[in-house]
């Protein structure tokens, strides 16, 4: 009998693109990206690293939800007085997305190139009302080639909040759940 010997069999370095710490899933969402100077960028990761109770953020859901509403009617008051207001991102163009818990693709107006530090507003079925706020590195952009006004643009999540980045796993679970149910449903008509 041979003598079996133990092989070392060296892994492949994962931290590279190839790395996924969250399943990704595609979907379409309302989102907006900005770029971002430096010192926007400081204060939004401060913003988003701060503890809600700290920065004076509602952690309560039902008066967070009646806040926004509160909000939307004087955003939409000021409008009327001729102030300029940024839509909520609601109200943007739903895109098609691919995301996941630590980033995502889109195409998206403007053009945005690698090492931009982007904002990401985007808003999910599940967190109607609700803007989740992000701070991303685009890894990904068109990178000064001529494209049209369009940018394929892929991030990676800096700075979100806890909470955030859960609604976020939860609706990639979903979309998943219920991309299965389709395939189970239409191998079960067969």
């Known amino acids: 009998m041979e003598d079996a010997s133990l092989v070392q069999v060296e892994s492949p370095d ?6 996924r710490d ?22 939004l990761e401060h913003e988003l ?8 953020t509602v952690s309560d859901p039902v008066l967070e939800k009646r806040l ?29 997305v691919e995301l996941s818990g630590s980033g995502l693709r889109a195409e998206v107006p403007g053009f ?24 991303a590195d685009v890894v990904s952009g ?10 394929g643009v892929a991030v990676c999540f800096r700075s979100i909040r806890h909470r955030d ?9 979903e979309v998943q759940r219920l991309d299965l149910g389709k395939v189970s449903g239409r191998e079960s008509l067969r």
């Open 14 to 19: 994962y931290r590279g693109a190839c790395r």
């Open 22 to 43: 969250f399943f990704r899933v595609s979907t379409w969402l309302p989102i907006r990206i900005r770029r971002l100077t430096s010192a926007a960028a400081n204060e």
């Open 49 to 56: 690293d701060t503890p809600a109770e700290e920065n004076g």
């Open 68 to 96: 926004c509403a509160l909000e939307a009617k004087l955003d939409l008051l000021l409008r009327s007085t001729g102030h300029e207001i940024d839509e909520p991102v609601s109200k943007s163009p739903k895109r098609a």
């Open 112 to 135: 945005l190139r690698r090492g931009d530090v982007v904002r990401v507003e985007v808003e999910l079925p599940e967190e109607r009302g609700r803007a989740i706020v992000i701070l």
């Open 142 to 151: 068109n990178d000064g080639r001529e494209m049209d006004t369009r940018t």
């Open 165 to 173: 980045r859960e609604a976020i796993v939860r609706h990639a679970y």
